[in-house]
């Protein structure tokens, strides 16, 4: 995906949907791509901003982890 970059993965959707929620409250839009089979839900949920954003969308997941 040219132009844009993996911020978080994580395996339970909503966590990603929480997180992807924060970011469009902020300005910065965001791409789910759900890597998880659909049966056993083994894999990945990966979440990916703009290159452009990837800075600011680093800082607002890091301030709500406490980093």
């Known amino acids: ?3 844009w970059t993996l911020i ?3 395996n339970k959707i ?3 949907d ?3 929620g924060l970011l469009e409250d902020n ?3 965001s791409v789910v791509v759900n890597k998880q089979d659909s049966v056993y839900f083994i894999g ?3 979440l990916y901003v703009s290159t452009h954003d ?3 969308a ?3 997941i890091n301030n709500l982890r406490g980093e």
């Open 27 to 29: 300005n910065i839009v």
């Open 8 to 10: 978080y993965t994580g």
């Open 54 to 56: 990837a800075f600011n």
């Open 58 to 60: 680093n800082q607002l």
């Open 44 to 46: 990945d949920i990966e």
């Open 14 to 16: 909503h966590e990603v």
């Open 1 to 3: 995906m040219e132009g």
């Open 18 to 20: 929480f997180i992807k």
